[in-house]
């Protein structure tokens, strides 16, 4: 394959276990639009060929011999970071999400989740809960942890007021995980058609995104501006509903043009945040777990992979699709 191009059956040699490897048997992996825009060489680092998929769950059928907290038979979720080079000053402080080598850390280095089995290095690997299905787990590997982490960083403070730019496969746990931390959710949208589905997820309130006099009700009304949707943002309004001093955390990939004038004005601040640690992932799990933090999901076999990469270019899937490998010898 190449840039942009469908995905086509590819045959490789496994690669070798390093000592604190696992190799994992997949069962499930999660198609993330992060996938889909590697496909493309969104980031400028895809190296062809090149076989996509982190949002991973599958059994483990090789240790490698420094191993023993995990062993074969264990059920375990993967997510978008799969090693770290565990020596950088970022690794040392434990903050391996950080890691100097990241690019050169994710899951599908060198293959990805949608194949039959993936190598990681061991403490990137999760064990689940038993009662936790595949397809939920999956998700959450990825989705789950890139809103639950800058929830739990930028909203520690009880009963919020939280904004949720987007309605997809990030925005609809993020309004789940933040109606869980008991804190005043409203989503924002470009689809009206999402509002009933939003409000059932946990939202309070949504407003739709192009109805510039709905946002002008909430000006300067937001502690937390969470934006989960790639593409084109109505930034001017939004940095007006967003109080002084507030926050706009980025979880997702938007265009960025807007007048700084507000964002200076306010003295707001905009960051970026990227999955977490691996007790963030841990937390996330049980927390999760324990509030009923499941995401909207679509199964399809692995092998519809290129129409379920076409389902989410055009915004059909509802909203993740999960890819489901065939048992040996189905």
């Not at 999660?30 to 889909?36: E, K, N, V």
């Not at 402080?93 to 280095?109: F, L, P």
């Not at 925005?171 to 689809?191: D, K, R």
């Not at 004038?261 to 691996?278: K, M, R």
Request: charged content about 20%.
């Amino acid at each position: 394959m190449a840039r942009g191009e469908a995905l086509e059956p590819y045959i490789y040699d496994l690669p070798e276990l390093g000592e604190n490897d696992i190799r994992v048997r997949v069962t499930h992996c999660g198609l993330c639009h992060t996938d889909i825009q590697a496909v493309d060489d969104f980031y400028g680092i895809t190296e062809y060929p090149f076989v996509p998929g982190h949002e991973i769950v599958g059994y483990v059928a090789h240790v490698g011999s420094a191993v023993t907290s995990i062993k074969v038979g264990d059920r375990v979720g993967i997510g978008w970071q799969g090693r770290a080079c565990m020596q950088c000053d970022w690794c040392l402080k434990g903050q391996e999400e950080m890691c100097m080598d990241i690019v050169e850390s994710a899951t599908w280095n060198p293959y990805g989740g949608f194949s039959s089995s993936v190598i990681v290095d061991h403490r990137f690997a999760y064990l689940l809960p038993d009662d936790m299905p595949s397809e939920i787990a999956a998700v959450l590997m990825c989705a789950g942890i890139s809103v639950f982490s800058p929830l739990l960083r930028y909203a520690s403070e009880p009963a919020m007021k939280v904004a949720i730019v987007g309605v997809g496969g990030l925005g609809h746990l993020a309004i789940q995980f933040a109606h869980a931390l008991n804190h005043e959710v409203t989503a924002i949208s470009s689809s009206a058609e999402k509002e009933e589905q939003a409000l059932a997820f946990g939202a309070d309130h949504f407003i739709l995104s192009s109805d510039r006099s709905g946002l002008r009700q909430h000006n300067f009304n937001f502690d937390l501006l969470l934006v989960t949707a790639p593409g084109k943002i109505p930034w001017d309004p939004l940095l007006n509903i967003v109080k002084k001093e507030g926050r706009i955390i980025l979880v997702s990939f938007p265009d960025m043009t807007m007048d700084p004038t507000d964002l200076v004005a306010h003295n707001l601040s905009i960051s970026g945040s990227f999955l977490g640690n691996h007790a963030t992932m841990r937390e996330m799990l049980a927390f999760a777990q324990e509030n009923g933090i499941i995401p909207m999901v679509e199964l399809m076999p692995m092998a519809q992979i290129n129409e379920a990469i076409q389902r989410v270019r055009e915004n059909e899937a509802r909203y993740r699709i999960v890819l489901v490998n065939e048992p040996e010898g189905g």
